[in-house]
């Protein structure tokens, strides 16, 4: 039960305190040095809890042997009062040799009170003793653990820095996309291609008009041609009226 309550009540702990920082996770690398710093500090609960139960199994021990020596101790009082005892009776004196045979029944019965204590509590060093042990294999498992956290949060901040750099790289590259002046050639070209079209057209209505400046002018001679032929005309008709 020992076992089970201190590392049912550390490891309810550290999930409690990886689940809130999974929650706030923003770094990555903060995160894992503080779920470091949470292990370590659990491994120093858990430490304090052990030592205190191994405290404890030290205490039973002690009592343990304290009844055993206790029931050794009174066996060999119980033993020279017996052998008092039988002195006395050997040469007569029966009331002393029945006062030490009393006295060896007093430390007979507390002689059998110390090993029935001794026994009693051998169970319990028993269950205790295997307790320990598996508090410590325990433990010196999660200082294992501490030390794969360790090394996996040297890797995982690792990658998290590559993949970080790897986006800046991205977003760099995405950026000179949007900021390449070669995306907007075509667009400009095509600008240029209608002002060089819209010269044309006005060069092309400038000749027109000229043109039609020309064919008046090219009337206008026309025109002009024909009245002097008209005059000379009746130039020459007047001439030959008088003549006749």
Known sequence: ??????????????????????????????????????????IADAEAAIAETIGNLRLLEDDHKEDVR???????????????????????????ADKFDNLAKVALSRQISAENEARSAEPQLAAQTEVVDKLKSG?????????????????????????????????????????????????????IRREEAKVRGQAELAASTLDAQFNELDDLG??????????????GGAQGAIGG
């Open 139 to 191: 433990l010196n498992g999660m200082k294992e653990k501490l030390v794969q956290l360790q090394n996996k949060r040297s890797e995982l901040v690792a990658r998290s820095k590559t993949a970080a750099a790897q986006q800046q790289v991205h977003d760099a590259v995405k950026s000179i996309d949007i900021l390449d002046p070669t995306s907007d050639l075509g667009r400009f070209e095509d600008k």
């Open 70 to 96: 206790a029931a050794d101790e009174w066996g060999q009082k119980a033993l020279a009062a017996s052998r008092k005892a039988d002195e006395f009776r050997t040469a007569g004196n029966t009331v002393d």
């Open 222 to 235: 026309e025109l002009t041609e024909v009245d002097a032929r008209l005059a000379a005309l009746k130039a």
């Open 1 to 42: 039960m020992a076992k089970q309550s201190i590392f049912g009540r550390i490891s309810q702990l550290v999930r409690a305190n990886i689940n809130a920082l999974l929650d706030e996770a923003e770094d990555p690398e903060k995160m894992l040095d503080q779920m470091v710093r949470d292990y370590t500090n659990s």
